[in-house]
């Protein structure tokens, strides 16, 4: 595999402009190494910002001063126990590193080619097999695979939207 391709960092205010991730979530991007320690900080002080339900290890990261950044490495596996599914943490980092590579396509050779190791990476996630150029189109499209990934991306940004929406504070949802 070539994990080069896939090995990059996505800054937390991209991220923000799209969902405010759970605390798992962002454990699980955190390990998977597409958030840098001060991105995890930065993620939990605008949860916490924005009244955001917190857990006290995401109050701890979003109260930590610079010169603590070290005890990121300490708080976030306690982010990562959830009873929330594995499944969700993937779906949202799948979602959040494809529309971080449209709108960095210029940036690599062959974007297509990532999303491939990414397929795999994720373990075949049917969401997005209409996007790897080894798989058959649907049924019936003449779209291209640039048009079905922008498609693949506005659904899944209406999903998040309404997701934000939902936890908003005094809507009665929660992180």
């Known amino acids: 595999m070539r994990d080069d391709l896939i090995n990059f960092r996505i800054p937390a205010s991209f991220i923000l402009q799209r969902v405010f991730p759970t605390a798992a979530e962002v454990a699980f991007g955190y390990h998977r190494g597409w958030l840098r320690p001060t991105?995890?900080?930065?993620?939990?002080?605008a949860k916490y910002k924005a009244s955001q339900p917190l857990q006290k290890a995401e109050e701890a990261l979003a109260l930590l001063l610079p010169e603590d950044i070290e005890k990121v490495d300490q708080l976030v596996p306690v982010l990562a126990?959830?009873?929330?599914p594995?499944?969700?943490?993937?779906?949202?980092?799948?979602?959040?590193v494809?529309?971080?590579l449209w709108e960095h396509q210029t940036d690599v050779e062959d974007p297509f080619e990532v999303i491939e190791l990414l397929y795999a990476d994720f373990e075949y996630p049917a969401e997005i097999k209409e996007l790897v150029r080894?798989?058959?189109p649907p049924n019936g499209t003449s779209s291209t695979l640039k048009e079905r990934w922008r498609a693949y991306l506005d659904q899944a940004r209406a999903e998040y939207e309404e997701r934000n929406e939902l936890n908003r504070p005094?809507?009665?949802g929660g992180s």
């Open 39 to 45: 991105d995890v900080v930065e993620i939990a002080l």
């Open 81 to 84: 126990t959830s009873d929330e």
């Open 86 to 96: 594995t499944e969700q943490r993937e779906r949202l980092w799948l979602f959040l």
């Open 98 to 100: 494809l529309d971080w």
């Open 134 to 136: 080894f798989m058959p």
């Open 170 to 172: 005094g809507f009665g």
